[in-house]
């Protein structure tokens, strides 16, 4: 196909493959959504009708404002806003809550942006260890807290843990982590990058704070994008508006939130966030059967002996860590094509998503697949080991 200039090809991975890559699986677009890519593509395409007080989450045409209320409910908080990406709640939150010098307690597999935000603010991250099965529990939360207060002689300005992390896809005891929380008095931010726009995300059965949510990752959207989510104490704090006033000009900039900047996501992306949006709230009710998909494929993909699934099991989450050092890995040594011979037998078999050469330690996404493709997924990694005269 002819690229679109030279450099950029077209990009027809999602229509001519399966694509079971492990960040790229919910982010995949609704049709809605890419519609609403090429019409409000210019530039600031929904500041036509934007009119007093001039902010990005009061435009009614397109339906922000709607939308944002919409967000809300949907993750049961109180205020919510569309960011640039889970990344930048994190900031947003850190920049408002912890000083310099103070502590925020991540888990020891939390994102590194998280880790990133705090730094550039000038304060400190400590980690919480996992668990033998690569959870983070709720008692290891609390210990860790006690350690900090003792060392330090404060308490952690902020506990930010993920709903499922990028590790293992693993789903943590996050309403009990928010509460042990609660009894120590430090805000919870709930990192629903791989949740919110997946399944079922109530912040305050969760006992969360703030909610974060990743439009790219998990909520049909393109990049960048992202949602923060907060209770209405801790909203009147992240979402503050400004307060200074030109020295000179004696100006003052109304309404405007001083951690947004103003303005977030201007364009294409939050529009196309919002057309995904009415299929984003009902696809979050069929997450029983996304689950019983990526257990079925779990359980086919082990019939293969030497598999081993890294991840819980049974899975609760799409996003699972497999390794096949002993099965495919081991056909790689001797092997022309070293680990390339896999991922070309899966391509062949129109599956692509592990990273090209990877047979040992590697993550999958099953979501959004259909049960035939499912099938299909699973019985190609059969069918591979089978020629292979692994079974
Ligand atoms: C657990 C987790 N949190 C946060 C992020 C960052 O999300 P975003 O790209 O929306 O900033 C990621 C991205 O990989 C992630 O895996």
Redesign the pocket.
Known sequence: MEPIIPGIQVRSREEDYINIQP?QAAGRLTLEARKALISYGDGYSVCDFCLRPFRLDKIHKPAINQFTLDLAEFLNMDEARVVR??????QIVVNSLVEKGETVLVSSI??Y??ALAVESRGALWREVPLNEENIVTSEDVASKIDSIKKESGSLPKLVAI?H???QFGNLHPVAEIGKVCRDYGIPFLL?G??TVGTMPVDGKKLNADFV?G????SMAAP????VLAATEEYAAKVFRTTKAEGDVSGRKFGIKETELLGCTVMGAPLVALMASFPKVRERVKNWDDEVEKVNYFTQEFLKIPGNKVLSELPRKHTLTKVDTTETFGKVSETHKKKGYFFTNELSKRGIVGPFPGATHAYKINTYGLSWSQIKHLSESYLDIAREYDLI
């Open positions: 960040i990406g889970a990344r930048r709640a994190f939390g994102h942006s998280l993920h499922v992390d990028y990192n990058a791989y974060v990743s439009g790219h990752k990049a960048p994008t992202g």
